[in-house]
């Protein structure tokens, strides 16, 4: 798996462009991520991520990083042993590619990680 491309509004991943903010996971699936309220992430936002015991949860911010992280998503990620990163979406995607490639170098050690992305502002 591999993310191509980020522009504002778009993501390419394995050649495929999305339009939408992405749930992108390290078996491959990306799923449409949706938020409750605009530029809040909260504890329903990262509830499917944390259901599927990822080590990492990646979250992109957005282009210029308007998307906030509440507290209470932060805790209910950090509480279930989960690192977490957040950085705006263009960075987030660099450490979101770095992982998964470190971790196929290492045979047979395929890290769980999962990047929630935020397209837009």
Known sequence: MSIEEYHFGSITIDGK???????????DEVLLWEFRERHI??????????????????????????AEVTERAKKEIES??????????EEAIKTFNVLLEESEEEEGKQKRVIGLFHLTC
């Not at 339009?19 to 390290?26: A, C, T, Y």
């Not at 279930?80 to 705006?88: A, N, R, S, V």
């Open 80 to 89: 279930k042993g989960i690192e977490l990163i957040i950085d705006i979406t």
């Open 41 to 66: 992430i909260d504890a329903e936002e990262v509830k499917r991520a944390i259901d599927q015991n990822p080590e990492t949860i990646i979250i992109g911010t957005g282009e210029s990083g308007m």
């Open 17 to 27: 462009t999305y339009n939408h903010d992405v749930e992108v996971r390290w078996d």
